[in-house]
């Protein structure tokens, strides 16, 4: 299954743009947060994380809309590759 997640830092941002993209890339559920890149609470990426199962792919517009810094975006996808879950981000070099 194909799982969405969009984040805005501020709600002045606009989550639409990342809303209908992962749509369009058949996405069936989707989790969004409104957070600062550098805060720890995100709730809807930790219910996410709880809810994927292996053979999922997470689907994110971009990969800085998903780790709060590099060290821990590289923790998140390496749970991610353990799970045998896969990755995807729509704007990044594949």
Known sequence: ????????STRDQNLDL???A???AGC??????VASG????RPALDELLGQVRA??????????????SLKHLVELV??????KVGLLSLNDLS
């Open 1 to 8: 299954m194909k799982i969405g997640y969009a984040r805005v």
């Open 18 to 20: 990342q809303l209908d």
């Open 22 to 24: 992962l749509k369009r």
């Open 28 to 33: 069936e559920r989707i989790y969004q947060d």
């Open 38 to 41: 550098s805060k720890t609470a």
């Open 55 to 68: 053979g999922d792919v997470l689907v994110i517009w971009k990969l800085d809309r998903m780790g709060r």
């Open 78 to 83: 390496g749970n991610l590759i353990e799970r």
